[in-house]
């Protein structure tokens, strides 16, 4: 598999260009906005080999990817630390105001 920068470019514009209309929809609809992602290798498309010549890289990074809660109403604040994925329905369920199960890794909210 083959990586293209202005394709990926591209594309991220793009996820960009529609997050806007979704955070507009959602200030109009009242509700709270929550964005996570895995971006692949979009933030790291080249590197460099054994022989040390520059190749474009195809695995997924090893970067931390973002999760932002957007509420126009009220802030949240996110907890310092390291979390995952296992901590995403924590989070939603709380700020649902839903008790999470014992067994679920703990809400990043503050």
Not at 67 to 84: M, N, P, V
């Amino acid at each position: 598999m083959i990586g293209n920068l202005q394709a990926t470019e591209i594309a991220v514009e793009s996820v960009d260009l529609e997050l806007l209309r979704i955070k507009k929809a959602c200030e109009e609809a009242g509700c709270i906005l929550i964005v996570t992602a895995d971006h692949g290798n979009s933030d790291q498309m080249l590197e460099k080999n054994k022989k040390g010549l520059i190749e474009v890289r195809t695995a997924h990074s090893l970067n931390p990817v973002p999760f932002i809660i957007y509420d126009k109403d009220e802030r949240h604040e996110l907890k310092a630390g390291s979390f995952g994925l296992a901590n995403v329905a924590p989070t939603v369920a709380e700020l649902f105001g839903i008790k999470p199960y014992d067994s679920w890794e703990e809400s990043m909210l503050l």
